[in-house]
């Protein structure tokens, strides 16, 4: 039996309407005018939900091409947990590097983590949607503590609480 063109296009389309794709806030273009981070290291693709001085949801698509699969591992590539601690610091940077916090490129340093951990792998092919969230900042000694949230789908992946700082080197 065969199958038209038109019946497989109809079938695709009302197949994609499912899965309707991300906002974009942020596009890679202007997150490159926050972040200082370039390839290989800039780990943020896009910004899916923001509040300025609060919170920012962005995206990571993770691609089996990602620098880091060769040698992590080649018989089971899977994502680096400090590079998924990483991204959500970029993350992190985006909050913290807006006007409404008061943060500057030039002098803005990720300064720890605590109660960091590793739910499940993230592989090639995977979509890491990770949320920042702003706990307590204290502009007087320029430290920020915020809790990161990474999940593939519904599952969370990485947790954990980042400490930025703003200041002098």
Known sequence: MAVSTVSVMESTMAFMKGFPPFPTVMDIN???DILPHRFPFLLVDRVIDYKPGEYAVAIKNVTINDNFFPGHFPERPIMPGVLMVEAMAQIGGIVMLQ?????????FFFAGIDKVRFRKPVIAGDTLIMRMTL???QKRFGIAKMEGKAYVGADLVCEGELLMATGSE
């Open 30 to 32: 202007q997150i490159r």
């Open 99 to 107: 006007p409404e916090v008061g943060g500057s490129r030039e002098n």
């Open 135 to 137: 706990i307590k900042l």
